[in-house]
């Protein structure tokens, strides 16, 4: 049954709740060597995850219990709010002691957000190099490759042999924790190109590394919007790229987890932005998951009187015939349900850009269609409701016309709204929700009402 | 001016449509020689996306004007729909030809859906060791570890030395293009352990290569579904990983390029899901995305006929007070609004396995909490609303009632209704929006109307 096989699996990389009772027991005696042979097990990114799902004060308790054993690898996979929590929590002399065995990507990652005494207190305590680049790194705008990049890095000059890098490699006493690709530079410090080591290990000692060097290299510049650096990785199959300023010098290297992270936080962010969500995390706690939601409520509350304003002013008609207000939400759900499929392929499909001007029109046109289509089938259906129901031909035609309208105006309004948004250079999943359910209720109550006023009066 | 920024970056990694205008005038022309030019500088990614945008007629002339310079890596980035079309329109000799050069898990993706006939005569022109390789692949269920992974490896056994591993690597005459982990195996033929190739680089040929391998070693079970696949590869930071079958024997090896391409693909599936979109992609035509969108929009007529009856319960208090049909849709439509955001948080949250046992009760209560917080305070706005419109207080206190009713209730629905789905063995993400706006309908017009007979009347 592979139902049975998903189900099982589904259970594979969760945290058991065996496993957080254990932790949690551990916190309530007290017992840092018990927290210590849970956590010894566990990877990182699991404990980060346990410290994100126990509540805010077990948190607390269990990071003063771990005391000076907490460990940066671990903070470093936190999300924000609960990063910056235990921050606050950890003294600053076991963060320094922590942040020296970090790569330079995750300090920023761990500093960027703190106010500038304290992140100039712990990166004092950083030797030189890496101070300095955590300061570089600092100094580009949020979200930019500039950020996403470590320091940590194997260079090659473009005139070296596989055997100069292999005896380099060899003799260097502090190579990257992980590293995919040797950089090659020129005197110039601008990376030329980038030899997995899976070739150089292929190759003999006196073949030159640019020959081995990848077929399509390609560099990063350093301001260029994290989500861009994504999509080059996934789109690229790249495992690691150079980062380079505009003059063109390297300024640092991105590897592919910090990417496959990004891809999955931006799908995250359009399937929110979409919802309405702004800036929420599950453990964000209730006044900011209010506040992440309020003001997207708050325009819809806003939209929903304008189309509650179109039914006022058909009052009289509704007094007439009562059926009209029992009918009158089908139209304009099924409207914004069809505007919501459409919106949903059209904002995925900029983000990976699928829909592109070579295939915008053969799209819109498509939609069209669907929409049509759709539309005359639904109002077949409904219109035979609306007669059988109530006993009327006419009030299912104009059912069924008041369908086919919002089912067409609703494909429209589902790939022209975020098209539209990404040219005004706005994320296209940025609220189009609201604009598309506006379109689709206010043209479904006003098709419904109108042809009703018309036709039946 | 960061939009600015921003703005341009968007455009980057897109293809230009000067850049498919040249291809098309190629195609026109029937000058092979120019496609081959046009195709030379792009990456193989982007003559699939090309392949794509294009409408399907221009499509097949292109591929019957690229003739035997089809390229089978462009071929394994087509999504499925255009995949099958371009198999069909090209000949099995060229076919055959081109998968010579592929991986086998790019073989695996050409053929596992062709028809059994011709996948045996495509396969039959492999060579032996890769025509097994692909076959015992194609055993496997659907879209489970088997399918993803490659033969292409390298194997260490586990007393070989740092210089052994060297030594045969650079003798071996076939090494797979890219890979990044040697794969340790006992005599068993059983994986024990994996060391980076950045390791074997800075180690000394006499060290043990056990010594080097990864702390944290993690196989894959052969059927272990992609979607838990993705999730320990992003999870872990893992680039490649050794693929099992249940005796524990090595049967492959994934690498991180295709577990970022499901982990970007189960991320699309839950928001079309969501939003009641079945296997559609951009490139589907007309009808087939007309039936990927019927299904949930006949459930949502379905249930907004449901919702309908329940107005029609109401219809002598509606004749009494019209202003009712007028404000009606404003309490759903925030109900909708309010269980959609809860809604896409919980799903999102199941599939990351960030909502779990542990803290299932606290985020239930947090929704509860954000339910009656968001719900007092639009109940103070919207009964503030109804009262000017239609100067009555009663109207505003019953309006403002039944939506913190319904805010309460959309929370609910918005995290109960995906925990059970997934309790069942179901995706949480599945129809559970026809469900939880079905449930906060029904209930805001139960409520408005209902409060309405009995204080207004």
């Known amino acids: ?31 840092q060597s018990a927290l210590l042979l849970l956590f010894e097990n566990l990877h990182e990114a699991d404990i980060a995850d346990l410290l994100e799902q126990i509540g805010k004060d077990d948190r607390r308790r269990l990071v003063r219990l771990w005391g000076d054993h907490v460990d940066g690898e671990v903070l470093s996979e936190l999300e924000e709010g609960v990063r910056d929590e235990i921050l606050a929590d950890t003294p600053d002399e076991v963060l320094a002691e922590v942040f020296k065995d970090l790569d330079t990507d995750d300090v920023v990652y761990l500093v960027e957000d703190l106010d500038t005494p304290q992140q100039d207190a712990l990166l004092g305590s950083l030797d030189d190099a890496d101070r300095v680049a955590v300061e570089q790194s600092l100094q580009y705008e949020d979200d930019t490759a500039g950020r996403l990049m470590q320091r940590e890095m194997v260079l090659a000059p473009n005139h070296w042999t596989v055997g100069d890098a292999i005896d380099f490699m060899r003799a260097s006493e502090d190579l990257p924790q992980d590293f995919y690709d040797v950089i090659v530079i020129d005197p110039a410090m601008h990376p030329v190109g980038s030899v997995p080591l899976s070739r150089i290990m292929g190759a003999a000692r006196e073949v030159s590394l640019m020959d081995l060097a990848h077929e399509d290299f390609r560099v990063i510049p350093v301001d260029q919007s994290e989500e861009d650096v ?28 910090d990417a496959m992270e990004i891809l999955e936080d931006q799908a995250e962010e359009d399937m929110n932005l ?97 929409g049509a289509a759709n539309g005359i089938v639904f109002a077949v259906i409904i219109g035979g409701v ?11 035609v104009v059912l069924g016309l008041a369908m086919i309208g919002n089912m067409l105006v609703a494909g429209m309004a589902g790939i022209l709204i975020p098209i539209g948004l990404d040219k005004l250079g706005a994320d296209p999943a940025l609220a189009s929700g609201v604009f598309v359910t506006t379109v689709t209720d206010i043209v479904g109550f006003f098709a ?7 036709m039946l009066l």
């Open 1 to 31: 049954m592979p139902e049975q096989t998903i189900r099982e699996d589904e259970d594979v990389y969760a945290l058991g709740s065996g496993l957080v009772d254990a932790v949690l027991a551990a916190v309530e005696e007290g017992s």
């Open 230 to 257: 994504a999509y080059a990785f996934n789109q690229y199959h790249m495992v690691s790229a150079p980062v380079v300023e505009a003059s063109g010098r390297l300024v640092g290297v991105i590897t592919i987890d």
């Open 274 to 370: 979409l919802a309405g969500l702004i800036d929420e995390d599950l453990s964000s706690r209730v006044w900011k998951t209010m506040r992440s939601r309020f003001p997207w409520l708050a325009v819809n509350l806003f939209t929903s009187v304008l189309a509650s304003i179109v039914i006022a002013q058909f009052t009289s008609t509704i007094e007439a015939i009562v059926a009209l207000a029992v009918l009158l939400p089908i139209v304009a759900s099924m409207g914004g349900n069809a505007g919501t499929q459409t919106l949903t392929v059209s904002v995925r499909a900029l983000a990976t850009r699928d829909l592109t001007p070579a295939n915008a029109s053969r799209i819109v046109l498509r939609e069209f269609l669907v």
């Open 386 to 396: 609306g007669f059988l129901w109530y006993d009327s031909v006419m009030l299912g």
């Open 448 to 454: 419904f009402l109108g042809l009703a006023s018309a």
